[in-house]
């Protein structure tokens, strides 16, 4: 089936502690800027600098009204996203949804269901574009928590999509690495205009070259 999907932010998680600074709206890198295809590094420890990276994610993210959001799309080259699916999920849904939101770092998908949908899917890194891609059903992920335990879960739908999505940003992959050349080639006008900044968004951007553009 095809639904909109935009990988925006999410995850209220834990409070602030009485050590962590007052977070912050974090600017997004847009398409073109090396950060979104630099390698990332495994999270070897919890500490306050990890928790207000997570803080200040999760404000980025909800003021910009998403479910998803990838550490290089912050520039950060932590294996780190945060996830909240609540605002797409179908009522059906919801019932089978792990507690929302939800912080993953470190994470693995160790298993993909054969069956695959197709989703239409946006980026903050990317906005203003949306292309259907497809994308197994099921997937079962690896993954450690906010405080560094380890977990393991199976999940579908809405939030497999989701969670597929943002693992690419950490493989430094985009949704648009999955279109036809054909594809990429319509949209290569949108996506030098985007790399320049020249795109109207509620939320700072660094472009491509570094420079950056304030909220609209």
């Known amino acids: 089936r095809r639904r909109a999907y935009t990988s925006l932010a999410a995850d209220f998680g834990t409070r602030l502690s009485s050590t962590h600074l007052r977070s912050m709206v974090l600017p997004i890198y847009v398409y073109g800027h090396d950060a979104l295809r630099a390698d990332t590094e495994p999270v070897e420890e919890n500490s306050d600098a990890l928790q207000q990276l997570i803080d200040d994610m999760i404000e980025t993210m909800y003021a910009a009204s998403g479910i998803g959001l990838a550490a290089p799309q912050v520039g950060r080259t ?19 949804l792990p507690p929302q939101p939800m912080v993953i770092i470190n994470p693995e998908i160790v298993a993909e269901s054969e069956e695959q949908t197709e989703f239409e899917e946006g980026c903050l890194s990317i906005p203003e574009v949306r292309e259907v891609v497809p994308r197994p059903q099921r997937i079962r992920l690896r993954y450690q928590d906010r405080e560094l335990n380890d977990r393991e879960i199976e999940v579908g739908s809405i939030l497999a999509r989701v969670m597929q999505h943002e693992f ?40 491509k070259d570094g420079e950056k553009v304030p909220a609209e």
């Open 78 to 96: 932590e294996r780190l996203f945060v996830v909240d699916v609540m605002p797409m999920a179908d009522e059906s849904e919801v019932r089978d």
């Open 168 to 207: 690419d940003h950490l493989e430094g992959i985009l949704f648009t690495d999955y279109l036809s050349s054909f594809r990429r080639r319509l949209l290569r006008r949108s996506l030098r205009k985007i790399a320049g900044g020249e795109v109207d968004t509620d939320y700072p951007l660094i472009t």
